[in-house]
């Protein structure tokens, strides 16, 4: 399932660069290569009574060790539930299901360049749902970091994903080194406390003659960080992509 959230960001992104994208021989740019490793973070599983929110809080010093470095650039939430509902009667053999419930999650972490960052969806326990997923911004079949925001830096992603060079000459967007590190670098931004929000509102099914309750439900859960360790290196043949219709300097 994709998170509705997330994906409008990156839909307006896509908008606003709509004919905007192109490639270009110039022989001025940056190329950007980039390690990305997925981090174990926290897991476990919780009650939450129905009509409740639940509020955990996690702090990356349970992270042992960075093999990639810390620079954390986004985080990843699965939530997985089933239904626990109950039933009692004469007429639940012949009837009497469930009635879905509604399971809301929500991630947040404070950024210094996005204070109140969060990222929250929703979905019901009803028979072949795949839970709820916090944080993935998916496009052309890769992950796109939950902490990127803004064109620049969706400019900077695509160049890395295609293995492209990032643009830097007079007519189109002037990407500066520093400009780059400091969209793709969070330095300790991504690190210290993480709030996950889980709240459950139940609702209880049943017919005639069959009595079913329903006071929460059991929600599994699973946090990873996203890293990255990167390279800027100046290219001076590489093949090159610019955002055609942007002209401000990038510094």
């Known amino acids: 399932m994709r998170i509705v959230a997330p994906m409008v960001i990156l839909m307006v992104l896509t908008s606003t660069l709509s004919g905007c994208m192109g490639e270009s021989e110039s022989s ?6 980039v390690t990305e490793e997925i981090v174990p973070f926290a897991s476990g599983s919780e009650y939450v009574n129905d009509g409740e929110t639940l509020t955990l809080i996690f702090n990356t010093d349970l992270i042992e060790s960075w093999p990639n470095g810390s620079n954390v650039v986004g985080v990843l939430v699965d939530l997985s539930f089933d239904e ?13 299901e469930p009635e879905p419930d509604t399971i809301r999650g929500t991630v947040r972490h404070s950024l210094l360049r996005w204070t109140d960052w969060s990222s929250g969806s929703s979905n019901t326990n009803y028979q072949g749902n795949s839970g709820v997923k916090l944080g993935y911004s998916e496009m052309l079949d890769t992950l796109y970091p939950s902490f990127f925001y803004g064109s620049y830096v969706f400019d900077i992603w695509i160049s890395v994903y295609y293995s492209h060079g990032i643009g830097n000459n007079e007519t189109q967007v002037n990407f500066s080194e520093s400009g780059i590190r400091d969209k793709i670098d969070f330095g300790e931004e991504g690190l210290g406390d993480y709030f996950l929000d889980i709240t459950v509102d139940a609702e209880a099914g ?5 009595q079913h309750d329903d006071e929460g439900e059991q929600v599994d859960y699973e946090i990873r960080l996203i890293t990255w360790d990167y390279d800027i290196e100046p290219c001076s043949e590489c093949y090159v992509y610019v955002p055609s219709c942007v002209t401000d300097d990038y510094a």
């Open 206 to 210: 049943g017919s005639f003659q069959c």
């Open 28 to 33: 001025s740019g940056y190329l950007v290569t």
């Open 84 to 96: 626990d509902e109950t039933s009692s009667g004469l007429g639940c053999a012949v009837g009497g």
